[in-house]
């Protein structure tokens, strides 16, 4: 209960984790996004003010009058500016339409000053309350009383008087400044925090939701490997437990009882020993299991010669075939196959596919051990027509502590760690350890190794 808490907490951890880390990314890219949008707007709008300013500029600068009092020509020039302290007359000239009317004409104002910066003339769209005080300044944004924003751009007209006026030596007749509302690009910017705004909650659920999701996923593997530990942990206690209940039960009989017959405390004193031996066998198993399950290093591989480990194991295990009544054979190639290995592992993995193969095989069958090459594999086989294993049953047998048949296993003397060991070896060796059986057939264990390259 307590580990599933733990866990639990783990997960939501992981998961407010997840959330954070998304949320900062997504809201510095948002953040980002909005930021690059407001500014490819605002030079846009620069980009059109400038190029207004400059086409007016081109077409106003060659008619400009060279004298000090330019009212007369302004009023020709432009018919719908208001010359400062006259009537306003709102005709629009050719240059106003040529320049103004490829925009919203009441977006943009003009506004001419002399060169001491006397204004001159100015649109009657012009934000109302304007200083009428010229500021050089090319760049300006005004804003109004009423919290609306212009921007504004100021260009230095020339007279085309030939002779400049050697009184004041000025070449710059007076200066043009163009400008435009910001009222429909902060309108726009208004939108557009608005989406990012109403949006960021539901952005925010999503992004909890497939934090929790992941961190689910994340701790998955995690938990079964705890479960498996725990399960592992579980099983060795109990398979160390029978034996050494056994050991102490037959030790305390032998401090109660005062055996007359040396034969008997033989007796009592062999199946001490047998337990004790049990005992040690599992320790070493869950050893040698947990020493290739940690380092499965292949540095200290020797070439291995596995026609010889075969003939040698099948050797070895035919008085007990035979003890048996199992006819044991075996087929070996001529040429001789290597492998890279560690030996006493690779004799560890083939022993215990013979010896599973002797216990699971009822009298009057035969068991076959063969070895071949297929492409750059060695395989070897071990068929036997013995009790064979259900398909439900195969999926688990290389499980840690697994027996199909628990009573007649132990009996054997199996404490289910052989096949583990086996495929453990194999994988170690970079190889493969498979099964095919059939019930009440027989069944074929399968040994795949790369060979020496
Ligand atoms: P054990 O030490 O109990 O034999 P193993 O890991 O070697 O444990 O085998 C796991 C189980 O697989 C055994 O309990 C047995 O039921 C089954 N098994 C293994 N080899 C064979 C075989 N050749 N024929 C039938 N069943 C087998």
Redesign the pocket.
């Known amino acids: 209960m307590s580990n599933t808490r733990l866990f639990r907490r783990s997960r939501l951890r992981l998961c407010l984790w997840y959330a954070g880390v998304m949320g900062v990314i997504l809201s510095i890219s948002g953040l980002g996004a909005y930021r690059a949008l407001i500014r490819a707007n605002w030079v846009a709008m620069e980009r059109e003010i400038e190029s207004i300013a400059g086409t007016l500029h081109d077409s106003v600068e060659p008619l400009l009058p060279p004298s000090a009092d330019p009212t007369t020509v302004l009023r020709q020039l432009f018919p719908e500016l208001c010359l400062n302290q006259h009537r306003c007359n709102r005709k629009p000239t050719v240059i106003q339409r040529h320049t103004m009317g490829i925009s919203d004409r009441d977006t943009y104002y003009i506004r001419l000053f002399n060169h001491r910066g006397k204004l001159l003339a100015f649109s009657p769209n012009q934000p109302p309350n304007l200083s009428p005080t010229f500021n050089p300044e090319p760049w300006q944004t005004i804003s109004t009383t009423q919290g609306i924003r212009y921007r504004q751009f100021t260009i230095m007209l020339h007279s085309a008087d030939a002779n400049p006026n050697p009184e004041t030596q000025r070449s710059s007749w007076g200066y043009l400044q163009i400008g435009r509302t910001l009222a429909p690009l902060d309108a726009e910017n208004v939108r557009i925090q608005r989406i990012l705004v109403s949006w960021l909650p539901l952005v925010l659920g999503l992004v909890i939701a497939s934090s929790w999701w992941l961190s689910g996923l994340a701790m998955q593997p995690i938990y079964q490997s705890y479960r498996q530990q725990q399960q592992f942990t579980a099983d060795a206690a109990h398979e160390l437990r029978t034996p050494l209940a056994s050991l102490l039960a037959t030790v305390e009989a032998i401090l109660r009882v005062t055996f007359s017959n040396p034969q008997d405390t033989h007796t009592m004193l062999r199946q001490i020993e047998r337990q004790g031996r049990r005992l040690s066998h599992l320790i070493a198993d869950l050893l040698q299991l947990t020493s290739l399950e940690q380092h499965s290093s292949s540095e200290t591989f020797q070439p291995c010669c596995l026609n010889d480990l075969i003939s040698d194991l099948s050797e070895e295990f035919l008085e007990l075939a035979t003890d048996s009544d199992i006819q044991l054979t075996y087929d070996i190639p001529k040429p001789l196959i290597y492998v890279l290995g560690n030996e006493p592992q690779l004799y560890r993995l083939v022993s215990?596919?013979i010896?599973?193969?002797i216990?699971?095989?009822p009298a009057g069958n035969s068991i076959n051990v063969s070895l071949e090459k297929s492409d750059h594999t060695a395989v070897i086989q071990?068929t036997?027509t013995?009790?064979?294993?259900a398909p439900t049953?195969q999926a688990h047998?290389?499980d840690r502590f697994?027996?199909?048949?628990?009573d007649?296993?132990?009996h054997?003397?199996?404490?289910?760690?052989?096949?583990?060991?086996?495929r453990a070896i194999a994988t170690a060796h970079h190889g493969s350890l498979q099964?095919q059986?059939e019930l009440g057939v027989?069944?074929t264990?399968t040994i795949r190794l790369p060979l020496r390259g």
Do not use: K
């Not at 697994?402 to 628990?406: E, F, W």
């Open positions: 215990n596919l010896d599973n193969a216990r699971y095989t071990v036997d013995g009790i064979g294993i049953e047998i290389f697994y027996r199909v048949n628990r007649r296993s132990r054997t003397g199996g404490s289910g760690l052989g096949l583990a060991i086996a099964v059986s027989g069944s264990f």
